[in-house]
């Protein structure tokens, strides 16, 4: 039984929430909240198997509210909820970078939040072990094809990270679902989706500070990043210095690296 919080400041959108949930056996509705304290009292209460998480919920940043919740439950599935649409914007990557799992337009479909609700019937903690240990008791062929098609996504990454790409538009490409793709990400890789594309162009960052003048800004559009603040931010997190500080020390000779294609584990990346 999958246990679902609800956290959205306007009455409707939960009560139509509860509506749609009703109807699947699989489910209950453990809380609601409708601002940001009340949902972390909650949360720490009943540790959800999934959260349905309004992304302009009053009370308290919703950011903040995202590392708080994986903090205390990293099982949990944080899905966000928002009456514009915010895919590609930087707003979203970030609430992904700090751990929200996908994004959901409202008003919400009925038949969208239960296709939803039927990809993540595996986030729950019995499924979830049941599927760890299926990965770990697979034959050697699928192991294989495990490669094949991871190898196949790293590939498909190198060619289309600058362009904003997804976990979504990359399982499309492999042809395998978003959740078993991060499974192999986590198991391969030891990293998440996002954590890789973000090291692949703060890579690229590096490459362009050593190598060119352009501005800061312009390698920020570059990288699909609208907003250069938010850029020069996620590249300190990765380096350890801003862009500019990597520049000047770049230009002094003492970080001089170019990036070659090398081996993590078995990946060619």
């Not at 489910?27 to 540790?47: D, H, N, P, W």
């Not at 038949?111 to 072990?129: C, H, S």
């Not at 996620?234 to 862009?243: A, E, L, M, R, Y």
Request: charged fraction near 30%; proline fraction near 3%.
């Amino acid at each position: 039984m999958l246990k679902i919080l609800l956290v959205d400041d306007e009455y409707l959108v939960r009560e139509a929430f509860k509506v749609i949930l009703k109807k699947m056996k699989e489910t209950v509705v453990i809380g609601e909240a409708s601002s940001g304290k009340k949902a972390m009292e909650l949360f720490c209460k009943t540790q959800p198997d999934i959260t349905f998480l309004d992304i302009n919920i009053p009370g308290t940043d919703v950011f903040d509210l995202i590392e708080f919740m994986k903090g205390i439950y990293h099982k949990n599935s944080i899905i966000l909820l928002s009456g514009y649409d915010l895919f590609g914007s930087e707003i979203l990557q970030r609430a992904l970078e700090m751990g929200a799992d996908e994004i959901l337009m409202k008003p919400s479909h009925q038949e969208d939040v239960i296709a939803l609700i039927r990809r993540y019937m595996t986030f729950n903690e019995k499924e979830n072990d049941k599927f760890d240990s299926m990965l770990d008791g697979i034959t050697a062929k699928n192991s294989i094809q495990d490669g094949k098609v991871i190898q196949s996504a790293l590939n498909y990454i190198e060619e289309n990270y600058q362009n904003g790409i997804t976990l979504e538009e990359v399982a499309e490409h492999v042809h395998i679902s978003p959740f078993y793709l991060s499974k192999l990400f986590k198991k391969e890789l030891k990293m998440n989706f996002v954590s890789y594309v973000t090291e692949k162009k703060m890579q690229k960052a590096k490459e362009l500070l050593e190598n060119t003048d352009l501005p800061v800004i312009h390698i920020a559009l570059e990288l699909n990043y609208q907003e250069p603040n938010y850029f020069s931010k996620v590249f300190k997190k990765v380096v350890g210095i801003t862009p500019s500080e990597y520049r000047k020390r770049s230009k002094k000779g003492l970080s001089k690296k170019k990036h070659n294609s090398v081996l993590n584990g078995n990946w060619l990346i």
